[in-house]
């Protein structure tokens, strides 16, 4: 009995550090990126830093204005492309398509979140940068591709996570509006979709999340031109893009200006992040 | 302790259900934060984790020893990089025993470490500046920087204003330079980059490239993207150039190894060795091992321009 209970004990102590470890890494990381990002920003102005329309490394120059924009751009355009495919599907999954062919279709969808993100962007390059050029003009590579490209890599977690958050909708829900008179639809959209809708939330925000996070697709595909840009056949870069894109020879001060932007990115998502939570848990507690 | 560790169980399991329904990760991350804190135990563990860590990262810094005659640091130009690191393999291999050890950092690192006497040999990709004129240098190859666009188009030759004017944005459709009327796509490699300091220092001198043009990470990309985009232009290291790309003559020159070699072409930049004094002992030996027949008559594989010909009768030290 007692060894039984000190074994336990041990189990317990050595699943605590193990989970204290991948805690403090979050932490590490923190710590790492405002220590060597922070100073800087200091150094040459939060506003112009935040605020500045101009990056040139070399010269000094570090505004990160484009790319704040650029990386909310292609974010919303990847929600505006992912979210209504991804909605409409979970949506014909849940309570429209036969139970086999539901069973089919997931994992097939699920199997779209194990593709690599550079297979992806190569894609994109190939096929999809080629057909705007031509149809739509601009050089391709732009604010359109780049949508493009994350609201399709954003709908496996869209999908599977609103899918489930339909399907723990009760039964009696649904019979209960249909017992009403409420066609199939009228019970989806007024009935099944209020009551799910802290879930399908919480699939948009996850969705954001990858989308606002994703580097090499993005890089591939958006043309990194470190400007606003005018129109959405415009190239564009994000935040992600800018560190990725210049780690590889940025040296002193450059480099800080990197890390800088990672403390920028943080902040943003931190922000994005407990908006949408807060929403949502007003949303759920109506 | 023990209703302590069930509390933590029991949040971890509630951090894993978010995926299934309604929780948010943030929230669910922080309140394990704010709520296990105060705990000895785990402050305890934190801190052990904490030891650990600075141990680890101890240990990696004290992994560099010192050079002793039998190695030597190359370091500098990341556009030297790679070749250097071929050669000292090939050096390596010849002779067992003698370390060469490569590292990166640009080529103002590398002037600056070979300053310091951290390096023993420093690599640079651009001429030295006044004052650095003071270090001994070998140039050990040159190389070329083309500027490419799209095979279809018309465009054979330009002068080094025009390609001035088209990067600066001045010039933004073909038309002006009496082709199509279409908009000239601009891809130049990103801030930081060998190829693109030597373009700028080259070609652009003082004036800004674009904010509007395409920004890609390798040579190989910008030669992908020019490929495929019949209105673009880039600009690459001149033995990456290949058939899905056309080279354009700059002021009627042709960019090759020869009008390299007569000082026609003018995009050219030496890869240069830096030592303080004149080199001895290893780092002569490697010098004069990049200068051997045996690795310049192989650069124009790879893409360099050699310093000597092998054949031309040049003297073998």
Known sequence: ??????????????????????????????????????????????KSFIFGQDWYPSEKIFGLWPMIVGSLMVTLGALIIGVPLGLATAIFLAEFSSRRLARILKPVIELLAGIPSVVYGFLGLMFLIPFIRENLGGPGLSVLAASIILGIMILPT????????????????????IA???????????VVLPAARSGILAAIILGMGRAIGETMAVIMVAGNAAEIPSSILQPVRTLTSNI????????????????ATGVILFVIIMVLNTIANLTASRQGKR | ????????????????????????????????????CPSRNKLLSLLLFFILLSLGLGSFSSCRSKSNGTEIIVAGSTSIQPFADRWAELFMEKRPGLVINVQGGGSSAGIQSVKM??????????????????????EIAKDGLAIIVHPTNFISNLTIEQVKSIFAGEITNWKTLNGKDKEITVVVREEGSGTRGAFQEMVMGKTRITKRAIVEDSNGTVREIVSRDPESIGFISLGLVNEKVKAV?????NPTEETILKKEYRLVRPF??????????????????????????????????????????????
């Open chain 1, 244 to 259: 990725a894109l210049e780690m590889g020879y940025a040296a002193g001060e450059h480099r800080q200006a990197l890390f």
């Open chain 1, 180 to 190: 009403l008179g409420a066609t199939r639809w009228q019970t989806v959209r007024m």
């Open chain 2, 1 to 36: 302790m023990v209703s302590d560790g069930r509390a933590v169980l029991k949040k971890s399991h509630s951090g894993c259900r978010y995926f299934k329904s309604r929780e948010f990760p943030l929230a669910s991350r922080s309140s394990v934060l704010t709520k296990s």
């Open chain 2, 249 to 253: 003559a700059l002021n009627g020159v």
């Open chain 2, 117 to 138: 006497g951290a390096a023993q040999i420093g690599m640079s990709s651009r001429e030295l500046k006044e004052e650095e004129k003071d270090l001994n240098e070998i």
């Open chain 1, 1 to 46: 009995m007692t060894d039984l209970r000190k074994s336990d004990r041990l189990i317990k102590l050595g699943l605590l550090m193990i989970a204290f470890s991948a805690i403090s890494a979050l932490f590490v990381i923190t710590l790492f990126i405002f220590e060597q990002g922070g100073p800087i920003m200091f150094k040459y102005g939060l």
């Open chain 1, 158 to 177: 869209v999908i599977s996570i609103s899918l489930d958050s339909i399907r723990a909708v009760p039964d009696c829900y649904r019979e209960g509006s």
């Open chain 2, 272 to 317: 240069l060795f830096l030592t303080k004094q004149a080199p001895t002992g290893l780092a002569k030996e490697f010098i004069d091992f990049v200068l051997s027949d045996e690795i310049q008559s192989k650069l124009s594989e790879e893409g360099l321009i050699p310093v000597r010909k092998a054949s031309g009768g040049a003297k073998i030290p």
